[in-house]
């Protein structure tokens, strides 16, 4: 499933006290995604990770609460940043950003086609509260122009992520996603763990 539509699901994948721990991870100002240098309580799902790719380690955390009052939409895109430690000039790594203080590049397509990511579900999520979708098998497409992301996604079967409490998603990186604006009041907590088993080029660091 994995490897084949890009994603594999994981239903009640946590325990009470992982979730607890997690819980913290979401106290967020009125940001979409804020940005988390490191998760101590990740690691039943660093050991997860490793199973479906070996030698994984975290290397990027963003924690989403999606409100009535922190709504937001975004279209058909793909995630292709990367969290560094520092800014260091890099063949093959561009579009530099900055953003909550953590440095963020474009690394090149094959890194990206090899990292996977887990969004761990901390509240309920369905189609009123703006759950993800996915075009399944797009992450085999490689980059993907921001103008073909629509007609790419349309051409692929989508799914809405509907997800209780302690269900996991683990997807490849470079499949495309969006999410639609909430429609209810009831809040929708996740976070996101990107993952990578390899080192970057020196002299570059993960920003994790």
Sequence with gaps: MLEQEGRV??????????????DDATRLDSKPGGRIPSLAASVELDAIAATLLPGARPVRVIAFNKTEANNWTLPWHQDRVVALRERIETPGFSNWTNKAGIWHAEPPIE????????RIHLDPADTENGCLQLALGTHARGKIAAADAEVMASASPNEDCIAERGDVLFAKALILHRSSPSRTNVGRRALRIDYSAEPLPPPLEWAS
């Design 111 to 118: 890194l990206l086609e090899r990292m996977i990511f887990a």
């Design 9 to 22: 699901w994981l239903r009640r994948a946590l325990s009470a006290a992982s979730l607890a721990a997690l």
